[in-house]
């Protein structure tokens, strides 16, 4: 899978899902404080899943949809534990593998996956 890591994701967790053999680019490293509506084209132009704690952001792309956007990985879990985050991004990012044009929300007890295009009920 490969992944546009948002500058909001610690440089560790990179690391631990390059180690992983994951294709990652982060924006820290390559697009250091763009704003989010290019995080998001960029995911797009480089057809990579986005990988993000932004709350503000998810909520854009899944009003949105984002037709050409692959899918999304929400991190909702505590930013102190790095060994948690770790092991839950790598399963979600396991369960992802065939899941695209889906938002995948992961929290501390468990992961939801949600498609981009799904309607929500009034």
Do not use: Y
Not at 50 to 73: C, E, M, Q
Not at 74 to 83: D, S, V
Not at 84 to 101: F, M, P, V, Y
């Amino acid at each position: 899978m490969r992944i546009l890591a948002d500058e909001n994701v610690t440089g560790l967790l990179v690391a631990a899902l390059r180690a992983a053999g994951l294709d990652v680019v982060w924006i820290a490293e390559t697009h250091q404080g763009i704003d989010d509506l290019k995080v998001l084209d960029l995911a797009i132009e480089t057809e990579r899943h986005l990988l993000t704690f932004d709350k503000r952001l998810v909520s854009s792309i899944v009003s949105n949809a984002h037709p050409k956007l692959l899918g999304v990985i929400f991190l909702r879990l505590p930013m102190g534990g790095l060994q948690g985050q770790i092991t839950k991004t790598l399963e979600a990012i396991a369960d992802q593998r065939h899941k695209d044009r889906c938002v995948t929300i992961v929290k501390s007890d468990g992961v939801r996956v949600r498609r981009l295009d799904q309607k929500r009920d009034p």
